[in-house]
């Protein structure tokens, strides 16, 4: 009994894991199972398992019917007789993925009953190895045995009406152990098959899964320290523009030439804003084509800044003192960046909430941290110029927070007797300055 004639039509259809070098889609970047190509027209490939059950039972049905006719069969029988049971039976393989365990029971009964009748089946006998895979391809190991032994009955029923010597039947017996034994083999090695199939395409997806997560994470990094660049630039220029200005309407009516400088420092510092947004926006435009980083395309604010920074605030009614202990040095650019943002922040906050009074400024240069001090205390302030502080939380000390925990620095903003301090310390080599 040939076995290729039967395995062509048992083999049930599953996704392979892939091909060779196309586990991964290079253009998406995105992982995935690839399909097996064909040359076949779309129809055919969509309903391949459906046809090919078509055309073995057709087959089937055919070799039947002619070995029907031209073989030998009761006088009181009409020749094609028995194809009214065969075929209906024999169509039933259609349902072999659903109701394995009926379809097998149904065309054993057909086959042994038409051995009973001693009508020559032919190839008849090949539906009870397909009806054996669709059980053991689905059922455990107990169920592929008790299905192997169950078909046995068809090689004994054939042993006895025929009365087959002993040879014959030994023969025939160990033809039909060894046809079980390979089907079920068959059915196991696809039941691993799928099983790894099923586990690779789970894998897939976690790996997709996870992909999707990390570059969720990564663009809320950059949304964030994004949002850092600008807030540090709006938030602190914004500060500056308004103090100038009410500098310059309280001098208008009493001194016209030191309020026209004043609009003119409003104006140098409203057109500095403007460049710094420019530059920070044409920078996050051109990085995906350029594939640098935004900071890297812009000179990075130091300490050497800050000088700078508090002359810029000055004219105010807010009296501004900036003290440097200890050696005074170039740090790393990191720590440099970070320690301007910080006295940045802390004068914008002071310029939002306070009306008058002093603020000092301290960087302590110690031998491996530097130390950043901001303190303001309120003088004369009446209820107008008094400015309340936001009950929200702040934007501004949520980025510095990050960007000192970046460094492993630490951070205590607490409001002190008619005032308020803010006190970093950022970690530093002794050698930074060689950085």
């Known amino acids: ?43 055919i490939t969509a309903h391949r398992v459906v046809l090919g059950d078509v055309v073995f039972v057709v087959v089937l049905c055919v070799l039947h019917g002619f070995d029907l006719s031209i073989g030998e069969h009761p006088p009181w029988m009409v ?20 109701v394995p365990w009926l379809v097998l029971f149904v065309l054993l009964a057909v086959t042994v009953a038409l051995t009973l009748l001693k009508l020559y089946i032919g190839g008849l006998n090949l539906v009870i190895l397909v009806a054996v895979y669709s059980v053991c391809v689905r059922g455990s190991r107990t169920a592929s045995v008790i299905a192997a032994t169950i078909a046995m009955v068809y090689p004994v029923t ?16 160990a033809g039909a152990v060894v046809n079980l034994i390979m089907v079920i083999g068959w059915a196991r090695a696809m039941q691993v098959g799928r099983r790894r199939a099923r586990q690779l395409e789970q894998t897939l997806a976690l790996l997709d ?40 309407r309280a001098l208008i009516d009493r001194d016209q030439e030191h309020a026209r400088q004043t609009l003119q420092e409003l104006e140098q510092i409203s057109r500095g804003a403007l460049g710094e947004m420019r530059n920070l926006l044409n920078v996050l435009r051109d990085r995906n084509s350029a594939g640098q980083d935004p900071m890297d395309w812009q000179p990075m604010p130091s300490l050497d800044g800050v000088d700078k920074l508090v002359e810029s605030v000055r004219g105010g009614r807010v009296v501004w003192k900036l003290d440097r202990r200890g050696q005074v040095r170039e740090l790393g650019s990191g720590v440099e960046m970070t320690a301007y943002r910080i006295v940045q922040e802390a004068m914008t906050n002071v310029l939002k909430h306070v009306g008058s009074g002093r603020a000092w400024v301290l960087l302590d240069y110690g031998p491996d941290a530097l130390r950043i001090e901001v303190t303001n205390h309120l003088g004369g ?31 205590t903003a607490h409001p002190v007797l008619n005032g308020f301090h803010l006190e970093a310390v950022l970690p530093c080599a002794e050698n930074s300055g060689l950085s």
């Open 158 to 173: 054939e042993m006895v009406v025929y009365e087959l010597s002993p040879v014959e039947s030994l023969l025939r017996i």
């Open 209 to 248: 899964e996870a992909r999707d997560q990390l570059a969720a994470d990564a663009a809320a990094i950059e949304r964030a320290r994004i949002a850092r660049e600008f807030h540090d630039i709006v938030s602190h220029n914004l500060a500056v523009v308004a103090l100038r200005a009410g500098v310059a």
């Open 79 to 98: 020749w094609w007789w028995p194809l009214l049971v065969s075929v209906p039976a024999t169509s039933m393989l259609r349902l072999r993925r659903r």
């Open 1 to 43: 009994m040939p076995l290729t004639d039967s395995f062509w039509l048992a083999r049930e259809p599953i996704r392979a894991p892939c091909e060779a070098g196309s586990m991964v889609d290079h253009g998406l970047g995105r992982s995935a199972v690839a399909k097996p190509r064909t040359s076949l027209p779309a129809w």
């Open 381 to 411: 302030l009446d209820v107008v110029e008094a400015r309340p502080v936001s009950q929200q939380s702040g934007h501004g000390l949520i980025g510095l927070r990050e960007r000192i925990a970046l460094l492993g620095g630490t951070l």
